[in-house]
């Protein structure tokens, strides 16, 4: 009965945190969302519809899904399955206890300062160690590197008291002895520790507390927080292994169907609904001419563009226009004169004829000059005799 109720108690405690990873998957699905139905921001009246039905219907998915979550952690806590197994049962519990007996805790450290060790003048006086209290022992060495260990003792029998403080002396002490009147330090029945605030020493007290080490005055203290019967000890031992095991067990369960759920029950479902049913529900909303109405930004874009492709289209017009109407003359082909016949070996190129131009009037040749008796008329003209060099007349000076 014991270990039935301390299990249901903690399987109880799954719900909140299995809710709230329902709370963060559907967060994450409204997010998505909003983020896909931006893309319609051109039509703002069907980007606001769409991501409207989107919404409602994740979070009617919700709570269904929640509910089933729920029905999930009731399911557990409808029957303990101790023949489960991976369950480790009464007796391999009992034989864990044994070897955990066996195998104590090693000394678990649980504070470390440092602290004024008040013994005698005659053995030293007053000075400051780097203490370590663990669950077995307190130790003190000489600085905080714990290389070289002054003293180690045990915490069988220890017990704390309080000492009242000197008239000159502004340190917090408190004093450590043994209840079966042996010496806890060389030849000492107690040794006096000392802090510098009320704080420190009972900070100090209370982790003496948690290592076994209980005031002076507070005989039922041990009574109360700790049980001396070996048999009781065992059994509590005993049902904290199954409940471990059986506890495991069920996180396992519950971390591998808390996904699946969420899957099946809003994401897949979620989707299967935007590509089947979304159409549907967006025609069935209203009128479908008021959805698709643009947004006016988006009327100002598509009126720029238009009127930017119109003039793009005047202007190819123009251009096709000019290629169309420009007329060119091809060059004539070369002259062929492979046809003249070459008489010499050494041939004579003649300068091409030219037409004279039309406009100028036919040449008319002068008469000859008559010519003196005996003289040949087709001879070449007199010479006109020249007359002598000069020389020109120079500048006077």
Avoid at 257 to 273: G, Q
Avoid at 343 to 358: D, N, V
Wanted: net charge neutral.
């Amino acid at each position: 009965m014991a270990f039935e109720t301390i299990v249901k108690k903690q399987i109880r405690k799954l719900k909140e945190p299995s809710l709230k990873c329902v709370d963060l998957v559907v967060c994450e699905l409204t997010t998505l969302i909003r983020k896909s139905a931006n893309k319609l921001g051109s039509y703002p009246r069907l980007r606001e519809e769409t991501e409207r039905i989107v919404t409602n219907y994740v979070r009617e998915r919700e709570g269904k899904t929640k509910d089933q979550v729920l029905l999930l952690i009731d399911i557990e806590l409808s029957y303990i399955n101790t023949n489960h197994e991976d369950f480790i049962g009464f007796a391999n519990a009992q034989q864990r206890n044994i070897v955990n007996k066996k195998r104590a805790i090693p000394n678990q450290v649980i504070r470390k300062g440092w602290l004024t060790l008040h013994i005698s003048i005659m053995k030293g006086g007053s000075k400051e160690y780097w203490f370590v209290l663990s669950a077995e022992s307190l130790s003190w060495y000489k600085d905080e590197e714990e290389k070289e260990k002054k003293y180690m003792l045990p915490l069988d029998n220890l017990k704390l008291r309080d000492v009242e403080k000197g008239f000159m002396s502004t340190k917090h002490i408190f004093a450590i002895f043994n209840t079966e009147q042996r010496n806890v330090y060389k030849d000492l029945r107690q040794i006096e520790l000392a802090c510098d605030t009320q704080e420190d020493m009972d900070s100090w007290k209370a982790s003496f507390l948690r290592a076994g080490v209980y005031p002076e005055k507070d005989q039922a203290a041990p009574a109360d927080t700790f049980s001396m019967d070996p048999q009781l000890e065992r059994q509590v031992e005993t049902i904290r292994n199954l409940v471990d095991s059986y506890i495991g067990i069920v996180n396992k369960t519950i971390r591998d169907l808390m996904p699946k759920t969420i899957m099946h029950l809003m994401i897949n479902s979620a989707k299967d609904f935007i590509h089947s049913e979304l159409l549907a529900y967006l025609y069935s909303s209203g009128d479908q001419n008021s959805l698709m109405e643009e947004s006016a930004d988006q009327a100002q874009r598509r009126d720029e563009m238009l009127r930017m492709y119109h003039a793009i289209k005047e202007a190819l017009g123009i251009i096709g226009d000019i290629s169309t109407s420009t007329v060119s003359t091809p060059v004539p082909p070369p002259v062929n004169d492979t046809w003249i016949p070459e008489t010499s070996p050494t041939p004579q190129h003649r300068p091409p004829i030219s037409a004279p131009p039309p406009s100028r009037p036919p040449a008319v040749r002068a008469p000859p000059i008559p010519s003196r008796p005996g003289q040949d008329p087709f001879s070449a003209p007199p010479q006109i005799p020249s007359r002598p060099g000069r020389i020109p007349p120079g500048i006077p000076r």
